[in-house]
């Protein structure tokens, strides 16, 4: 079996030379790229990636860490960030962090010993953010603040407010309801906390009463938000107008329904993520869209560019959502 030694013995280059070839990294004429081809084809070698990692100081494995990949939003997230990282030949390693609060240190001394490339992180991290920033190593934030130096892919939640809100008032509601916060918190420093801020506002605007209760965030037991959404309706009988994510929202509808509201008659619904999660409920619910796949690719590129010796990337991006119409508001 031929080795890397054997290409350059054969094309009358260097090792490093091939190497460079090999990975794509560095300057090589195209006659010396000729050169090194050939003798390729000719001995038939195959690159052993194991090697070639080592003589890199590289994994070819990028951590994607999200509070419960078994969340809607995040199980779409992390499935598009794995595609994504194929293509670029990485691998995936999904960390989960819901359960046990040690995984978010335990993931960053893998990014600190070198056994992962890259950090893609979603999580509401408990740590004191300047963690991240003295590693000094590629990391790559999803809707949320790490410090000025680290990239943070998000999508814009305050036009995603902004309709929500005026999707209801369009509606006709006269009163009420969303579920999240409108403040960043010493735990969570999140852009998406200004969707709710927005909505709040617009409302304010047109003078329509609006309550906001702080929102168990993100969990993915169905079991939890459906007694949620029976104590809300108890708590609040007289909303005529919710918002929330996905879930929540699935199951407001659910639990309105069995009550015998009429959706959207008595009760008008707007969820904000817009995943599969809503795909199966009727009737359709609209939803704030965010865009998953492209929020994916995008945080995929900024942590290969650094990993790849390339990081002058954009420090904070923020892309467009959209608005689905559904019949849980009035269509225009």
């Known amino acids: 079996m031929a080795t890397i030694q054997d290409v ?3 094309a ?3 090792v490093g030379t091939v190497s460079r070839v090999l990975s794509g990294n560095g300057y090589v004429k195209q006659e010396t790229r000729d050169r090194i ?13 194991m090697a070639r990692n080592l003589f890199f100081s590289r994994s070819q494995i990028v951590a994607v860490i999200v509070p419960e990949v078994g969340h809607p939003f995040f199980a ?37 010993q070198k056994r ?32 000025e130096d680290i990239p943070c892919v998000m999508a814009d939640h305050e036009l995603g407010g902004r309709m929500a809100a005026e ?4 509606s006709g509601c006269q009163n009420v309801l969303q579920i999240g916060s409108t403040e960043t918190t010493d735990k969570v420093v999140t ?17 329509i009463p609006c309550r906001t209760l702080e929102g168990k965030w993100p969990t993915a037991d169905a079991a939890f938000y459906q007694k949620e959404a029976k104590d809300l309706l108890l708590r609040f009988p007289d909303i005529d107008g919710f918002f929330a994510t996905d879930m929540m929202v699935v199951a407001m509808l659910c639990a309105a329904l ?6 959207p008659k008595e009760l008008k619904l707007v969820a904000y993520d817009g995943t599969y999660y809503i795909g199966a409920a009727y009737p359709q619910i609209t939803a704030v869209v965010q865009p998953i796949a492209q929020l994916a690719e995008k945080a995929v590129q900024l942590v290969v560019g650094q990993i790849e010796g390339d990081p002058a990337g954009e420090k904070s991006v923020r892309l467009p959502v959209s608005l689905c119409l559904g019949d849980t508001t009035a269509r225009e």
């Open 8 to 10: 350059a013995k054969h």
């Open 12 to 14: 009358h280059v260097g």
């Open 37 to 49: 081809q050939q003798a390729i084809d000719e001995l038939d070698y195959t690159p052993n990636q």
């Open 76 to 112: 779409q997230f992390v499935s598009a960030v794995e595609a994504a990282l194929c293509e670029k030949g990485y691998q995936t390693m999904i960390c989960n962090t819901y359960y046990e609060k040690n995984y978010e240190l335990r993931y960053l001394d893998l990014l600190k």
């Open 116 to 147: 992962v490339d890259g950090i893609i992180f979603g999580a509401h991290t408990t740590q004191d953010i300047s963690r991240y920033k003295d590693i000094k190593r590629p990391i790559v934030a999803l809707d949320r603040d790490l410090g």
């Open 167 to 170: 999707a209801l008032i369009r």
């Open 191 to 207: 852009p998406s906390h200004i969707r709710y801020k927005v909505f709040a506002e617009v409302m304010e605007a047109h003078h």
């Open 258 to 263: 069995a009550q015998g509201k009429r959706v």
